[in-house]
């Protein structure tokens, strides 16, 4: 439509600026002690969705290593922190067991979920895309939800592009979470038995479900696990909109250990 009546009607994201970058106290010019990070790759995305992730662990004097392999086990020897990124396909008896015991000496382990995605073919059909995330979770007493969160009344541009709040809650062994707000893209929910809660979305976001709307969990820290209901926040160009660059830092820095 001819001006003005197209004024308004595409909403304005949020200014996209900085970098991810960790604190000095986390590098090893910092004196922090060199740390290996393992992502997994099975899970159903691009290495430039991680490279924010990657660069930042780098550029700090650390090691990132893609990829488990055939033996997940022999690879967790090696490594200090696990990155898990919407596994598309299950993991065994042997491998569960593998991971616990690398978190029970001490491993750092991420988790980033995501909801069930609905694939149109080229053909026109359609395909539901699962996160198989409810394994290993499931062994710290974490839920991923299966729906994404979407709010119409506060959000970046978009239904889906929510907004979450730190909620200042604080763990001996989770470091507290600096941020004021980050926007994540088509999350879900994420619910802990004893967990810390770092981000809740606002009471007006709603489930893709159905009920009524309310603050939802979508990080949380139990221990040396952190947990996240959405994999976006650290993919270009959504890495550094609102506060994500420091959230994303922050993921890192829970990686790399005190």
């Given at each position: 439509?001819?001006?003005?009546?197209?004024e308004?009607?595409?909403?304005?994201?949020?200014a996209?600026?900085?970098?991810?970058?960790?604190?000095?106290?986390?590098?090893?010019?910092?004196?922090?002690?060199?740390?290996?990070?393992?992502?997994?790759?099975?899970?159903?995305?691009?290495?430039?969705?991680?490279?924010?992730?990657?660069?930042?662990?780098?550029?700090?004097?650390?090691?990132?290593?893609?990829?488990?392999?055939?033996?997940?086990?022999?690879?967790?020897?090696?490594?200090?922190?696990?990155?898990?990124?919407?596994?598309?396909?299950?993991f065994?008896?042997?491998?569960?067991?593998?991971?616990?015991?690398?978190?029970?000496?001490?491993?750092?382990?991420i988790?980033?979920?995501?909801?069930?995605?609905i694939?149109?073919?080229?053909?026109?059909?359609?395909?539901?895309?699962?996160?198989?995330?409810?394994?290993?979770?499931?062994?710290?007493?974490?839920?991923?939800?299966?729906?994404?969160?979407?709010?119409?009344?506060?959000?970046?541009?978009?239904?889906?592009?929510?907004?979450a709040?730190?909620?200042?809650?604080?763990?001996?062994?989770?470091?507290?979470?600096?941020?004021d707000?980050?926007?994540?893209?088509?999350?879900?929910?994420?619910?802990?038995?004893?967990?810390?809660?770092?981000?809740?979305?606002?009471?007006?976001?709603?489930?893709?479900?159905?009920?009524?709307?309310?603050?939802?969990?979508?990080?949380?820290?139990?221990?040396?696990?952190?947990?996240?209901?959405?994999?976006?926040?650290?993919?270009?160009p959504?890495?550094?909109?609102?506060?994500?660059?420091?959230?994303?830092?922050?993921?890192?820095?829970?990686?790399?250990?005190?």
């Amino acid at each position: 439509p001819p001006t003005p009546y197209a004024e308004g009607v595409v909403a304005d994201r949020i200014a996209a600026e900085g970098n991810v970058t960790v604190s000095e106290e986390f590098t090893v010019d910092g004196g922090h002690e060199e740390r290996t990070v393992l992502i997994e790759e099975t899970g159903a995305f691009d290495q430039s969705d991680i490279r924010q992730l990657v660069r930042a662990t780098t550029m700090a004097g650390h090691d990132v290593q893609l990829g488990s392999g055939p033996d997940l086990e022999s690879s967790l020897n090696g490594a200090d922190a696990y990155v898990l990124v919407a596994p598309r396909t299950g993991f065994s008896n042997s491998e569960v067991e593998a991971i616990k015991e690398f978190t029970d000496n001490g491993g750092r382990l991420i988790l980033l979920g995501s909801p069930d995605l609905i694939r149109v073919g080229p053909l026109g059909g359609t395909a539901t895309v699962e996160t198989d995330m409810r394994q290993v979770a499931g062994e710290y007493g974490i839920v991923f939800g299966n729906r994404y969160l979407f709010d119409t009344e506060d959000n970046d541009a978009n239904h889906r592009q929510i907004f979450a709040e730190p909620t200042n809650e604080t763990f001996p062994t989770v470091p507290e979470l600096d941020t004021d707000r980050v926007v994540l893209s088509t999350a879900t929910h994420v619910d802990s038995n004893d967990g810390t809660v770092l981000l809740r979305t606002p009471e007006t976001t709603k489930l893709s479900s159905g009920g009524e709307a309310d603050a939802y969990p979508v990080a949380v820290a139990d221990g040396n696990v952190l947990a996240v209901g959405d994999t976006e926040f650290v993919a270009e160009p959504n890495h550094n909109v609102a506060d994500n660059e420091e959230f994303a830092a922050y993921v890192v820095e829970f990686a790399l250990g005190a």
